[in-house]
């Protein structure tokens, strides 16, 4: 018989090994990362967009947008959920700035409701009630210290202009675009500085024209099986339609607001990294490809006037083609680029290889299939977004691409964020320990690409609150607030804490343990 005490000593024992075990493994793995790391004027702010969190999809004068309509048809999203009430935002948007406050951000990047500015793009009036709900945020923020960065477009669209002409399929977008943002720097651009005109044209574009999974639901076979569309043709025009539509609004503001406002205007294109599948030419090849396919067909036509060469060789016709006009317009028109980065895949070629599907294996797609494992082994940490992996070194990688793309081009990371892989509930919903060292190692590896010379000048965390993510809804939370969906009621996760100690420069690892 083995005595009691003996048996609690042992365990003692054994526990205090396991304890240094995981302490060593642990400190082996954090990463350091602290405030003045980064320059004093550095900006640190959460983002949200305007669909996903403001609800009063009908109140003061709305119009419908085209997210409305289509989450109000059967079956378009997870157990049909939309965004009609969203986080409220409306009606608690004082209680967010609040909050806001607390965080210690000194930006909020938010987007602006087109529908609820003009309910009928240019077809019809200004509605004072949205222009006045977005005063009135503006004013609340800046009285706090807090700067608005401002999206004007952030997916959601008046749905007449869908009705109408077909949205960003036809040239008339450029036109209500212009108009809309008119509206916004004439309305806002003596308290905004900063703007984004649109959001993600090459996410908007898949999404909507090449999967057809959300509105207008345009695509063809094997993409898609939609009632019509063609998934090889109607991104690229779409984008077109965007690029140029950000260029005029562009020129607009250089023209007849930025003289006496003095604020930057930039575009936000998502932005993955790729990693070559394996250690070959062709998986090298495919890396160059996926970027130019996926980040340079959004950035290059800004800064340097047209389409990457590499688009221009495999798609040929089918790239639409700007006008020498169009070209100048395009060069330079951006003060600033927005990046929004979450994860790496591996890059597969298919232009020398027949294992790819159809789809992959198709000019307008780079002949690139992804991958997130190699010999079954995963690239990082699942999260809860499929194909999302945790992978921060993705960070300095794509960072060290726009350097060398791009050189002496400022960056905002416009959106960076973690999303839990299970929905979690009761105090674990709250202790998002995966998300504080997510924020820390991306935030680490942004410093390294500083420090070797990237230009970033701000760094967004997606999300602030939990918010409707389009069309995965409510369980898919990217929020440092957690939301009760019954309630609304927002209450802090760890992360927030984190991230508020982390801006006052007061880290400090032991009230925060994340293990
Ligand atoms: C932040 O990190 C730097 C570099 O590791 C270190 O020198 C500095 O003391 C740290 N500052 C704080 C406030 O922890
Ligand atoms: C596409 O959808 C139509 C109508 O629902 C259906 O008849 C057809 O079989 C589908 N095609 C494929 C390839 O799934
Ligand atoms: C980089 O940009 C800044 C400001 O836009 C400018 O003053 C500077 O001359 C540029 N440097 C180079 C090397 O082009
Ligand atoms: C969200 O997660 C909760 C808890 O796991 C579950 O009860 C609920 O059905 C989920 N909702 C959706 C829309 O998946």
Known sequence: MVQPKTLLIFFLFLSLLLFIETKHNHEEEEEVVNRSMFPDDFIFGVSTS???????????????????????????????????????????????????????????????????????????????????????????????????????????????LEDRYGSWLSPQMQEDFVHFAKVCFEKFGDRVKKWVTINEPNIYTQFAYM???????????????????NSDLEPLI???????????????????????????????????????????????QAVERSYAF????????????????????????DLPKFSKQEKKLLKGSVDFLGVNHYTTFYAIDCFNSDECTLMDNRPNRGFVARAI????????????????????????????YFSMRYPNTSIYITENGYCPPNHLEGSEMLHDFKRIEFHKAYLAALANAMRKGAKVKGYFAWSFMDNYEWLKGYNTTFGLYYVDRRTMQRKAR??????KDFIENAEKSSTISTF
Not at 386 to 400: A, D, I, R, T, Y
Not at 494 to 499: E, G, H, I, Q, V
């Open 50 to 160: 305007a669909y996903q969190v403001e609800g009063a999809y009908l109140e003061d004068g709305k119009g419908l947008s085209n997210w409305d309509v289509f989450t109000h048809l059967p079956a378009n999203t997870v157990r049909g959920q939309n965004g009609d009430v969203a986080d409220d935002h409306y009606h608690l948007y004082m209680e967010d700035i609040d909050k806001l406050e607390y965080l210690g951000v000194n930006a909020y990047r938010l987007s602006i409701s087109w529908s609820r500015i003009l309910p009928r793009g240019r077809f019809g009036e200004v509605n004072p009630k949205g222009v006045l709900f977005y005063n009135n945020i503006i004013d609340n923020m800046l009285l706090k210290g807090i700067e608005p960065f401002v999206t004007i477009n952030h997916f959601d669209i008046p749905q007449e």
């Open 211 to 229: 999967y057809g999974t959300f509105s207008p639901m345009r695509c063809s076979l094997p993409f898609g099986n939609c009632s019509a569309g």
């Open 238 to 284: 779409a984008a077109h339609n965007m690029l140029i539509s950000h260029a005029k609004a562009v020129k607009l503001y250089r023209e007849q607001f930025q003289p006496k406002q003095g604020g930057i205007v930039g575009l936000v294109a998502n932005a993955f990294h790729y990693e070559p599948y394996t250690d070959d030419i062709f998986s090298y």
């Open 294 to 317: 996926n980040v340079a067909w959004i950035f290059d036509p800004l800064i340097h006037g047209d389409y990457p060469p590499l688009m221009r060789k495999y798609v040929g016709n």
């Open 373 to 400: 494992a190699r010999d079954g082994i995963p690239m990082g940490d699942q999260t809860g977004v499929s194909g999302f992996q945790v992978v921060p070194h993705g960070m300095e990688k794509v960072l060290n």
């Open 494 to 499: 760890l992360s927030a804490k984190w991230y």
